[in-house]
């Protein structure tokens, strides 16, 4: 789960998204995973419980990485006119982390 590097607080994905979204070339980001990653490590983001600014390559890559994933899968989930996210990135991410570790539990099982 993400987590503000100055405050610790929990952050969700899709509002660390809808900051991104006011990038002119967001769209085409997510075209190219290694461009959304480099640029998502560069942006500074402001968290919403302390609002001090941090940069993105504080925050997990692999979570990142699963967002971008996300966000093509489910094509449509932001819309672009009122910049907002409709997925809930940060329920499916722990989703996701929660079935990887079921999955690693049962194969171990057999």
């Not at 503000?4 to 991104?20: F, N, R, S, T």
Request: aromatic share 10%; hydrophobic share 40%.
């Amino acid at each position: 789960m993400a987590r503000c590097p100055i405050c610790g607080e929990a952050l969700k994905w899709e509002d660390l998204m809808e900051q991104m979204i006011v990038l002119d070339n967001f769209k085409a980001l997510l075209d190219d995973k290694d461009a959304f990653l480099s640029t998502l490590s560069e942006f500074v983001f402001k968290c919403p419980h302390c609002e001090e600014e941090f940069y993105g390559k504080a925050l997990d890559m692999k979570e990142a990485s699963r967002v971008f994933e996300l966000l093509n899968d489910f094509k449509g989930s932001i819309d672009y006119e009122r910049g907002k996210v409709k997925l809930k990135l940060t329920n499916l991410i722990a989703l996701d982390v929660m079935l990887e570790e079921w999955d690693k539990r049962v194969g171990r099982g057999k």
